[in-house]
């Protein structure tokens, strides 16, 4: 028994107080280097004009959701105290509960478009490289533990602020307390646990343009590419020996 309790300490230390610490250096260490050396490489790498109609499906829930989800977390984290009075009144904790739920949701269904969309359309996913399907299966796990927590941890925008927030206000002030964590429910590691490798593995994909590029496309109106050359023609082999 004491033997399973010292590894499953060594387990906690090492999900919760170093893999942090690894996944936010690397993170910084490479997007600054990435920034520096390979600014052109900071981009999107759109695939919008290879195919539009489900690709707005995908991305414009996905965003909207996904920003919901992160202003949120970020309020809990930034503003504790202020949330936990927020959530003392119970009509307003069922607003932000659902809200978040709601945000979670929209997440969910874009990224299950995005991944229909990148395996249905081929010249689309010609253009999906390993990285690409990394990022969408741990969002896709991270979405989904999220909402699962929501259903069967309920609350959480309250401990969140109570118990979490704390234990990255630790982080941050290089004191790790992984005693907040280590109590919580096996599903809620797993989206904290996921949350890190998301981190570790972030600048090292297209998401990087997160940083330096802002998303006007959330409100502005659909871009539209025109093709001003006959595809027809363009793909026969004498319009390309006239090229030559």
Known sequence: MTQNTTILDFFNLFWFGVLPYVALFIFL????????????????????????????WGMAPFHYGI??????????FLIPRQVMIWNSNPLRLYILEVSA????????????????????????????STADWIVISILFFQITTGLLVAIFNSWGSFWFAASLAPYLWSLFTFNPDIAYVTPMPLLVKLHIISAWFFFLLF????????LVVPNPYLWRKPQLVRWY????????????????
């Open 203 to 210: 600048p090292f994909t297209r998401l990087v343009h997160i």
């Open 29 to 56: 260490l490479v997007s600054i280097q990435r920034y520096t050396r390979r600014g052109f490489s900071y981009s999107s790498l759109s695939s919008q004009f290879l195919e539009n109609k489900l690709h707005f």
């Open 101 to 128: 739920f709601i945000g979670g949701i929209f997440a969910l269904v874009g990224l299950i478009n995005i991944l229909i969309r990148r395996l249905s359309d081929p010249r689309t996913k010609v253009v999906t």
């Open 229 to 244: 050359w006959n595809r027809k023609k363009i793909s026969t082999p004498e319009f390309s020996m006239k090229r030559k």
């Open 67 to 76: 920003i919901t989800i992160l202003f949120g977390h970020l309020l809990g």
